[in-house]
Nanobody, 126 residues
């Protein structure tokens, strides 16, 4: 059974940076994607960034391209999201997610429905 636990959320001023991480416990069977989603108050959950577990290809939502960077430390089994040039509209609960998917491209991962979710970590930009 796979469990995901996010860490590193907090408050930051607009224009600043923050990095959040996701600790993965358990073992995936087969290929998979890792992803970050977010949900702002009063809005639907949206995909932020996606990474293929095997080749580390990535994809991002348009509004995050150039500002956010998803990476994965395979030795620690820890996907992270580095967020730069943060805006007040980036305020949200950020969720780590994993999907069983045999993807090669990040865009494929962006279309894969998550199988596992973390509990979320709050990011507040003011």
């Amino acid at each position: 059974h796979v469990q995901l636990v996010e860490s590193g959320g907090g408050s930051v001023q607009a224009g600043g940076s923050l990095e959040i991480s996701c600790q993965v416990s358990g073992k995936f069977i087969g290929r998979h994607c890792m992803a970050w989603f977010r949900q702002a108050p009063g809005k639907e959950r949206e995909g932020v960034a996606f990474i293929v577990s095997t080749n580390l290809n990535t994809d991002y939502a348009d509004s995050m391209k150039g500002r956010f960077n998803i990476s994965r430390d395979n030795a620690k089994n820890t996907p992270s999201l580095r967020m730069n040039s943060l805006k007040t509209e980036d305020t949200a609960i950020y969720y780590c997610a994993a999907a069983r998917a045999s993807c090669v491209s990040g865009s494929c991962c962006a279309r894969a429905p998550p199988t596992y979710w973390g509990q979320g970590t709050q990011v507040t930009v003011s």
